[in-house]
């Protein structure tokens, strides 16, 4: 009797472990199982970061409609103001910083110097007023830091900024301010604005100047800062300091190259990218030359979301475009009185 149970205590506690070739089976099916899952969990991940910015697009537009409820029209992209001699230099203020009190920012904007935007350059990184990270204004999936950005990248900085992955609808062609067509939403204005021959001068948009119709013209829209061939040039010395990221303040406060920090439009397709690195064969061999490239990828519309971007349009809703979309469809969605009838198809 107390033989058998001895046996029977041994053959259980023989049984009652894993042996080497089941743990190696277990530890497999769990790597499958976490293989499988990964990809779930991260595409979950990209769909609530997808969804944050769209909110943040959404907060945008309504800030627009608040304050065209206000003043009756919406704000200029840029304003372009020559400051007395003997300096002559641009300044101006930014469509987001009219939008500021609009999006629960009113601190800042009270901040921030209204007669004189250059005042609100900061040379620290703490320094406030246009150093000032703007989480409305940043996108989780871009590659944007939610810290001030330094410039020059390329030197010793000599003022700090807040990024921005957002862009207003500069129209068919935005930037270089000697080449903006004006037909968008948004556009430089003021006494030292410049614009291309044929364009008529910057305005500011009211709502009954969009002809094409709310919900048929892009308000607002993201861009991808990612795009390793374009930081050669920078790194060649051709793109004023800055590689793809640092041309995102969303408060630039001086010079004809603030246009190339808020505006997207037309003149390049969806999620445009610099094919070609500086001194590969096919690569502008000039500054000159290159600048018509530098122009289509800052103003190109795109992100880092698979398959697309969000715009918040003019009547207040925000959609997710493809980039098949056809540039020539862009253009219509980027003009606000073309009369075009756009059909992506």
């Known amino acids: 009797m107390t033989a058998g149970k001895g046996r029977r205590a041994s053959r259980d506690r023989r049984n009652s472990g894993f042996t080497l070739v089941e743990l190696l089976v277990v530890i497999a099916i769990i790597g499958i199982l976490v293989g499988l899952l990964l990809p779930a969990v991260q595409a979950a991940r990209e769909a ?32 372009s103001d020559r400051i007395p001699a003997p300096s002559g230099a641009f300044q101006g203020h930014s469509v987001f910083y009219f939008l500021l009190p609009f999006f629960e920012q009113n601190n800042l904007f009270e901040s921030m110097d209204r007669a004189v935007p250059q005042n609100n350059r900061s040379t620290t990184i703490d320094g406030g ?20 950005l330094p410039f020059p990248e390329n030197a010793t900085p000599t003022h700090y900024y807040g990024g921005t992955s957002y862009k207003a609808n500069g129209g068919s062609r935005p930037i270089f301010a000697t080449s903006s067509s004006n037909d968008g939403v948004f556009m430089c204005t003021g006494t030292g604005a410049r614009k291309a021959s044929g364009a008529a001068m910057g305005v500011e948009v009211k709502f009954n100047d969009i002809s094409d119709g709310l919900s048929n013209t892009f308000m607002f829209g993201e861009r991808r800062h990612s795009d390793k061939n374009f930081d050669t040039f920078t790194t060649a010395g051709w793109n004023s300091g800055s590689t793809i990221i640092g041309w995102s303040r969303w408060y630039p406060t001086s010079g004809d190259a603030g246009l190339g920090n808020l505006m997207f439009g037309a003149f390049a397709p969806m999620n445009y990218q610099i094919p070609w690195a500086h001194g590969q ?17 800052l103003s190109a519309l795109g992100s880092s979301h698979a398959g697309g971007a969000n715009v918040a349009l003019c009547d207040g809703s925000v959609r997710f475009i493809s980039n098949s979309l056809p540039q020539t469809v862009l253009t219509r969605y980027c003009r606000r009185n073309d009369g075009e009838i756009i059909s992506e198809n």
């Open 48 to 79: 609530a970061r997808r969804m944050s910015c769209s909110n943040n697009l959404k907060q945008l537009g309504l800030a627009s409609h608040n304050f065209e409820g206000s003043y009756k029209k919406i704000p200029s992209g840029y304003t």
């Open 129 to 148: 007023r246009a150093a000032t990270p703007v989480p409305t204004l940043l996108c989780p999936s871009d590659q944007l830091p939610a810290t001030p």
């Open 281 to 297: 064969p096919g690569a502008p061999g000039s500054q000159s030359a290159w600048f018509v490239f530098q122009d289509q990828r």
